[in-house]
C-alpha cells in the first residue's frame, strides 16, 4: 500500500507540471487516472487547472531589439503634441509579466462576460513620454486571437497598466459577439451604464465608484463619461443594447486614452 501511495503522489505532480505550463504554453485539461474516491470535494489536479495561469508570448525583447531608439508617434487626438514610445525590459520594481497578464485578462473578462482562458496574450513592457515624464514603465496586454469565422475587428482587446504599481491606464473591449451593441447618448442609455458601473468596478478590483457624470469635454468623444472614484477619476465609454449596457472602453483620467 505504501508503493502505491508513493506512485499515486508522483503521477498527480507530473499531471500537475502537465496541466499547468510554462508561461506561453495554454493549459491543456487532463483527467486523474487514479482518483476514485467518491467524496465531492475536487481533486488536487482539478483544483490546480482551475489556478492555472493565463498563457501569453512576450514580445518586449524582439521590440528591444528592433527600436533600440524612441520611437516618435502621433497622438491622434487634436491639439495633443506627439509623443515618444521607448520599448524597455522591466526592471525589478515591475510586476512580472504572468502577473500583468493575468490581471489584464481578468479585466477583460469581467468586463466583457467572454471566457479568455483558452486565447494566449501577446505582451510586451514601455515607457511613454507624456506619461509621468517618461520614468515608469507600461505593461500592453493584447488579445486579438478571434474564433474562427469571427472578424478580428469585432473581437479584440487590449489594457495598459502600470507595471509598478497595476494600475489600470485604459482598456478597450471589444462588444461581445452578436451582442446587438450600438452607441447612443441617450439619457436612459447613460442610466443603464451608471446601474452597472458599481459592480463592475467591484468585480475588476477597481476603486469604489462614488458617482458616473457626463464628462464636461471629451476629445472626439472618445471617452463621454466620467467616473469619480476616491483614488482618482475615469474617462469611459459604452454600448447599450435593449437590455444592457457594456463598457467598451475606459481609461484612468489624467493618464492617457489611447
Known amino acids: 500500500m505504501k508503493r502505491r501511495?508513493?506512485?499515486?503522489?508522483?503521477l498527480c505532480a507530473v499531471l500537475l507540471l502537465s496541466a499547468c505550463s510554462a508561461p506561453g504554453q495554454t493549459p491543456v485539461a487532463v483527467s486523474d487516472p487514479v482518483s476514485v474516491s467518491s467524496s465531492s470535494a475536487p481533486d488536487p489536479v482539478s483544483a490546480a487547472l482551475d489556478a492555472c495561469d493565463y498563457a501569453y508570448h512576450d514580445y518586449t525583447e524582439e521590440f528591444v531589439a528592433e527600436h533600440p531608439d524612441p520611437v516618435q508617434?502621433?497622438?491622434?487626438l487634436e491639439g495633443m503634441p506627439d509623443y515618444y514610445k521607448?520599448?524597455?525590459?522591466?526592471?525589478d520594481a515591475c510586476m512580472d509579466v504572468q502577473q500583468a497578464v493575468n490581471t489584464a485578462a481578468r479585466w477583460m473578462e469581467t468586463a466583457s462576460g467572454i471566457p479568455l482562458g483558452e486565447y494566449q496574450f501577446t505582451t510586451y513592457a514601455f515607457r511613454r513620454t507624456d506619461y509621468q515624464n517618461g520614468e515608469r514603465t507600461i505593461w500592453s496586454v493584447d488579445c486579438w486571437q478571434a474564433p474562427?469565422?469571427?472578424?478580428?475587428?469585432?473581437?479584440?482587446?487590449?489594457?495598459?497598466?502600470?507595471a509598478i504599481n497595476?494600475?489600470?491606464?485604459?482598456?478597450?473591449?471589444?462588444?461581445?459577439?452578436?451582442?446587438?451593441?450600438?452607441?447612443?447618448d441617450s439619457s436612459g442609455s447613460l442610466e443603464q451604464f451608471q446601474a452597472i458601473v458599481p459592480d463592475l468596478f467591484d468585480e475588476m478590483g477597481l476603486p469604489v465608484v462614488e458617482s458616473v457624470q457626463p464628462a464636461e469635454e471629451s476629445s472626439n468623444n472618445l471617452a463621454p463619461v466620467l467616473i469619480s472614484t476616491a483614488s482618482g477619476n475615469y474617462r469611459a465609454d459604452y454600448g447599450v443594447s435593449e437590455e444592457t449596457a457594456q463598457l467598451t472602453f475606459l481609461a484612468l483620467d489624467g493618464a492617457f486614452l489611447i
Request: net charge negative; glycine share 10%.
Open 86 to 91: 521607448i520599448y524597455i525590459q522591466p526592471d
Open 73 to 76: 508617434l502621433n497622438n491622434g
Open 148 to 162: 474562427d469565422g469571427t472578424d478580428e475587428g469585432s473581437f479584440h482587446f487590449i489594457a495598459l497598466l502600470d
Open 5 to 10: 501511495s508513493v506512485f499515486t503522489t508522483a
Open 166 to 184: 497595476g494600475q489600470l491606464l485604459s482598456l478597450r473591449v471589444a462588444p461581445p459577439m452578436n451582442s446587438g451593441l450600438h452607441s447612443s
